[in-house]
């Protein structure tokens, strides 16, 4: 994509429901959010000016390698989570 390219990651709103749906149910309208609040006016000009030169860009292989990482961790914390209640819950129904 023209923001990405631009070192401003996004991210796309409705784009999982499209693909859950396809066909039966078509999205027509898909949000497009910067992720980084700082470069929402960037984003803003860059898509009506193809041209313009981005002030604050991020290099994109960092950023999809942090955020990976921080969805990965955040999931382990979230599973862990699950399996200690889980753990509770039968302790609790055995007894």
């Not at 709103?13 to 949000?31: D, F, H, K, M, W």
């Not at 959010?33 to 193809?50: M, S, T």
Request: glycine share 4%.
């Amino acid at each position: 994509m023209l923001l990405e390219s631009r070192g401003i990651p996004i991210l796309v709103s409705n784009e999982a429901t499209a693909r859950i749906l396809c066909e039966a149910s078509p999205v027509s309208q898909y949000g497009v959010w910067a992720v980084l609040n700082f470069q929402y006016k960037d984003a803003v000009i860059l898509l009506d000016d193809d041209s313009y030169e981005v002030s604050n860009t991020i290099e994109m292989e960092d950023y999809h390698a942090y955020y990976c990482a921080e969805k990965g961790s955040s999931l382990d914390i979230m599973q862990a989570t699950v399996m200690g209640w889980l753990v509770v819950l039968c302790f609790f129904w055995l007894c």
